[in-house]
């Protein structure tokens, strides 16, 4: 099995994609013709979420193995402090290690039900996610990724204090972070500003989701936690009823993005799917993102 950082950190630009567990079966054949037609074109590696509270804990363990025995992909598996005791956080890296999965992302995730509620830990769990990524490298010899937030986690006072508990996720052992999302490049390269200027040069991927349709763009907005760029809504909100031009529209703006992240030196790319791949496909095609894998 090959590490996340190993597959970023090839020379040259490449990318990788998120899935989320399938709630049914139908869902289940969406999501693995995704990940059919993306396998073709050799993601650096391939994430898959993990339910607040841990309701897709099994989906997400049963997917992800899928992924090792059944394709040529680099799975990364997510995992949440929520409502879970540090056994319970044990034995799911045990199945993690059992199916040959060997990168995690270690986030402390939201409340259930409300993301924006008070954080209550589990009365024998862990609080941060730095104490996540801990229990990961004590169980075995994972590859461990943090989440990095470009306008701050919204728990958060401000970006300097923001910025001193990404650094501290990182020396606590975690090799990379991922980025949510932004609509702005500039925002991420300055969350890249701020985490050298403390003198930690561990890798930062930047999250992007193709821009295809008014509920991707709204979704993106919620996920970003700040609000809409002007640019981004005067070349978008006009078009909410044109789908065709909306999408020309979108795809064109986040390949920009990719662009400019890309000129910036950014080892890679990580595009949120909703379990789609054709306009991620496009995105990675118009940005010449080869293979990782000669």
Known sequence: MT?????????????????????????????????????ALDPAFVSITYGAGGSTRDRTV??????????????????????????????????????????????RGDPPGDVNGEWVPHPQGLTYA???VRLCRELGNFCVGVSAFPYGHPRSADLDTDTKYLVQKLRAGADFAIAQLFLNPEDF????DRVAAT???????????????????????????????????????????????????GVD?????????????????????????KATREVVGRLGLVPART
């Open 3 to 39: 590490s996340v950082v190993e597959r970023i950190t090839t020379g040259r630009p490449v990318f990788s994609v998120e899935f989320f567990p399938p709630r049914d079966n139908d869902d289940e054949r969406v999501l693995w013709k995704a990940i059919r037609e993306l396998e």
């Open 189 to 192: 390269l300055r969350l890249r």
């Open 62 to 107: 049963r997917t992800t193995a899928r992924v090792v025995q059944e394709t040529t992909l680099v799975p990364m598996a997510h995992l949440t402090a929520v409502d879970h005791s540090v056994a319970e956080l044990r034995n799911v890296i045990g199945w993690y290690a059992a199916v040959g999965v060997r990168n995690i992302l270690a986030v």
């Open 130 to 132: 730095e104490e996540l």
């Open 199 to 249: 003198g930690c040069d561990t890798l930062l991927v930047p999250g992007l989701m193709p821009l295809t349709t008014p509920r991707t763009l709204a979704k993106s907005v919620e996920l970003s936690g700040a609000p809409l760029p002007a640019s981004v809504a005067a070349r978008l909100e006009h078009l909410a009823d044109d789908p065709v031009a909306f999408r020309k529209a």
């Open 253 to 277: 703006l986040v390949t920009e993005m990719g662009e400019r992240l890309l000129a910036e030196g950014v080892p890679a790319l990580h595009f949120y799917t909703f379990n789609r791949s």
